[in-house]
T-cell receptor
Framework: AQTVTQSQPEMSVQEAETVTLSCTYD???????LFWYKQPPSRQMILVIR??????QNATENRFSVNFQKAAKSFSLKISDSQLGDTAMYFC?????????????FGKGTHLIIQP | NAGVMQNPRHLVRRRGQEARLRCSPM?????VYWYRQLPEEGLKFMVY????????ESGMPKERFSAEFPKEGPSILRIQQVVRGDSAAYFC????????????FGQGTRLTVV
């Protein structure tokens, strides 16, 4: 079974600062995907960024980037130039890459607060 | 192209009643996933369906819960004889294929059992 651990229940930073959210996972699989989802107060789950395990290059989406360390099973999210609208719950998630079976396994989330 | 549509957004049921949650996937998507989110928790996988087929229901409670995705119409998550512990947010996601990328979630249905 796969597990995803987010060790920071809550983080708070000032607007425009850079913040890193940590995520570790455990699996014996070699082919998998990793995701970060954002859940603002509206509760909508929004995909922020994804990483295929076979790709060595870290994924980047505008102000969001990941540090994927496969050997260490670590997948942290860096948010640069943080904005008030980044305030949300952030969930790290894992999926085995064999056609959607088992679905996504989520961590418990990190509540990120961006202070003005 | 509307996103994943779930209804109702909020549902209140008394203990023992039935709850029916609906999910219309994005146009062209034939794969649907249901997840449950308890307070202060991440989402937990429940079931994965394709049209007219349940592919993986390993996350579904063995009793009272069922899901379907008919050839026509939305996917339905049905909870019979609801109990207080069923109170949660239920999310649906869809994808065009079953190959690991879930980009589109609905806004969820918040079920409250009183």
């Amino acid at each position: 079974a796969q597990t995803v651990t987010q060790s920071q229940p809550e983080m708070s930073v000032q607007e425009a600062e850079t913040v890193t959210l940590s995520c570790t996972y455990d699996t014996s699989e070699n082919n998998y995907y990793l995701f970060w989802y954002k859940q603002p107060p509206s509760r909508q789950m929004i995909l922020v960024i994804r990483q295929e395990a076979y790709k060595q290059q870290n994924a980047t989406e505008n102000r969001f980037s990941v540090n994927f360390q496969k050997a260490a099973k670590s997948f942290s999210l860096k948010i640069s130039d943080s904005q008030l609208g980044d305030t949300a719950m952030y969930f790290c998630a894992f999926m085995i890459g064999r056609g959607g079976a088992d679905g996504l396994t989520f961590g418990k989330g990190t509540h990120l607060i961006i202070q003005p | 192209n509307a996103g994943v549509m779930q209804n109702p957004r909020h549902l209140v049921r008394r203990r023992g009643q039935e709850a029916r949650l609906r999910c219309s996937p994005m146009k062209g998507h034939s794969h649907v996933y249901w997840y449950r989110q308890l307070p202060e928790e991440g989402l937990k996988f429940m079931v994965y369906l394709q049209k007219e087929n349940i592919i993986d229901e390993s996350g579904m409670p063995k009793e009272r819960f069922s899901a379907e995705f008919p050839k026509e119409g939305p996917s339905i998550l049905r909870i019979q004889q609801v109990v207080r512990g069923d109170s949660a947010a239920y999310f649906c996601a869809s994808s065009p294929t079953g190959t690991g990328v879930i980009s589109f979630f609905g806004q969820g249905t918040r079920l409250t059992v009183v």
